[in-house]
């Protein structure tokens, strides 16, 4: 990935955070994404200092949600903060859902 942004810390995560910095991050635990595609996510992504900047949480869950295999999910989230993934997995049920439902449209 061509990207200058810096990755941010998950222990703890930042509240918000602007798309490039998501997809550096996202990246690098788990599979490259770029800033472009997380525009297309199902997610509330607010404007905030005049940039878009969604919650961390809801972009992984968002994004682990496009995996159909939940063993994958699992290896992505293995090496991350408990706090997070206890976040997240509180998400994923519905960006589950969420994806299935772009997916048949």
Known sequence: ?????RVYG???A???ATLAAHAATFSQYCYETTPRSLEKLPIP???IAGKRQPMP????AAL???LDDEQLRGV???DLPVPFVQSVQAL???AIEAHQETKAA
């Open 92 to 94: 994923l049920p519905k």
């Open 1 to 5: 990935m061509k990207t200058t942004e």
């Open 14 to 16: 930042p509240a918000y």
């Open 64 to 66: 682990l949600a496009k």
């Open 45 to 47: 992504i607010p404007v």
């Open 57 to 60: 949480i809801h972009v992984f």
């Open 10 to 12: 998950l222990d703890p």
């Open 76 to 78: 992505c989230l293995a």
